[in-house]
Every structure is written in structure tokens, then in C-alpha cells.
């Protein structure tokens, strides 16, 4: 069965760069969540889109941006990376509310 | 503040050994309560449960919520090397899961 696809795999960046992760869905998922796991850590809700629209927002900051496109992948941006954006970041999708299945993740490392 | 609190924070057992995992929450909109198995990689699902007193099981694993009284637990019996992982608990707020700080299970041969 089709998973949740994601890229890059690995990321790394100097301070104060711009990096961009994707997200494909599993498809006819309609929901893509972004998730940032420090280490040691749970999993943070950062932002989600129903039908290409934002549809819940947590703790992003206002570096980051995100959008859904009509093909329903994602893209997160971050710009001025800082030394603790280094993470892991998941990227989820569900179907009508139901359980989310995540993602491989992209580890962002910001030197 | 929502929240989400697993315990234990750590549990080191033998192969064969049956464990019990705790998940209690605080949630405003609760919809249903997850838990998920991360190795190291990404959390990978295991059960979503929405109903008080229904058992859900998937082979060794099984888990009950209990929405009186505000938690859920894990089981996992006759435990294996390959269950070694951290398990978290998420509840869902509206549209988002609030994840527990989870628990590490290390089971030793």
C-alpha cells in the first residue's frame, strides 16, 4: 500500500538559510498534517490542510510557512533557520479525521 | 492546557513478559485517543479508539479507553525483542494530535 512520501530524507543547512521539505499524501487522503519531533521528544503539531485549505495552526513559528497544492502534496518553508530548528519533521495524512499515518520524515540539521 | 501523560517514562523486561502501558489525558474536543509504535523512524499506528470499554486488539497487542475516567492503556503480552521501541499516546483536538512524551519499552532476550 502507498505511503506517506517525503523529501528530502536529510537536510542540512547553515543558519540563517531557507529550506523547503515536501509532503506527498497517501492518496485520496484528504488532511496533511506537519509535525517537528526534537530529540527526545513527542511529536509538536505545527499545521494542517483539509482540501488544500489551512484548517489548524500550532506552534509554527512565523518563519515557517506552509501550503497544500492541487496535486494535495505540501511544502513547509522555513526561512532564517536558527541553531534549534534542528529536527526531525513528520509530515502526516488521514482521511475524514480518521488515524493519521506519518510519514518517513525529513532531519533537518542546522549548523 | 491540554495535555497528555504517559507512564511509565521507561520499562526494561524480558522476552515473554507481559507489559502494561498508561496513557491519561485532558483534552478539550476529544475525539478519539491513538497510539502509535516509533522505532527510530517515523510513529508508525497502532490502534485509534473511540468508544469507552471496547477492547481493540491486533495479535500480542490490545487497548481499552476508559473516557470516564480519562485514560487508556496498552498491553502487550508474551513481549519480544522486536517491540522495543518508544509507544506514544495522542489524543486528537479538533483537527490535531497532542502526543504524550511516550514510554520506552526495552525487552531484553
Known amino acids: 500500500a502507498a505511503g506517506v512520501i517525503q523529501s528530502p530524507r536529510h537536510l542540512i543547512k547553515e543558519k540563517r538559510e531557507t529550506a523547503t521539505l515536501k509532503c506527498y499524501p497517501i492518496?485520496?487522503?484528504?488532511?496533511v498534517y506537519w509535525y517537528q519531533q526534537g530529540p527526545g521528544q513527542d511529536p509538536q503539531f505545527l499545521i494542517s490542510?483539509?482540501?488544500?485549505?489551512?484548517?489548524d495552526k500550532g506552534s509554527i513559528p512565523d518563519r515557517f510557512s506552509a501550503q497544500q497544492f492541487s496535486d494535495y502534496h505540501s511544502e513547509l518553508n522555513m526561512s532564517s533557520l536558527e541553531l534549534g530548528d534542528s529536527a526531525l519533521y513528520f509530515c502526516?495524512?488521514?482521511?475524514?479525521?480518521?488515524?493519521?499515518?506519518f510519514g518517513p520524515g525529513t532531519r533537518l540539521t542546522v549548523t | 492546557e491540554d495535555k497528555v501523560v504517559q507512564s511509565p517514562l521507561s520499562l526494561v523486561v524480558h522476552e515473554g513478559d507481559t507489559v502494561t502501558l498508561n496513557c491519561s489525558y485532558e483534552?478539550?474536543?476529544?475525539?478519539?485517543l491513538l497510539w502509535y509504535k516509533q522505532e527510530k523512524k517515523a510513529p508508525t499506528f497502532l490502534f485509534m479508539l473511540?468508544?469507552?470499554?471496547i477492547e481493540k486488539k491486533s495479535g500480542r497487542l490490545s487497548s481499552i479507553l476508559d473516557k470516564k475516567e480519562l485514560f487508556s492503556i496498552l498491553n502487550i503480552t508474551a513481549t519480544q525483542t522486536g517491540d522495543s521501541a518508544v509507544y506514544l499516546c495522542?489524543?486528537?483536538?479538533?483537527?490535531?494530535?497532542?502526543f504524550g512524551t511516550g514510554t520506552r519499552l526495552q525487552v531484553f532476550p
Open positions: 490542510f483539509y482540501e488544500k485549505m489551512q484548517s
Open positions: 492518496p485520496r487522503h484528504d488532511t
Open positions: 473511540t468508544s469507552s470499554g
Open positions: 495522542a489524543t486528537y483536538n479538533t483537527d490535531k494530535l497532542i
Open positions: 483534552v478539550t474536543n476529544f475525539r478519539s
Open positions: 502526516a495524512s488521514s482521511s475524514q479525521g480518521n488515524e493519521q499515518y
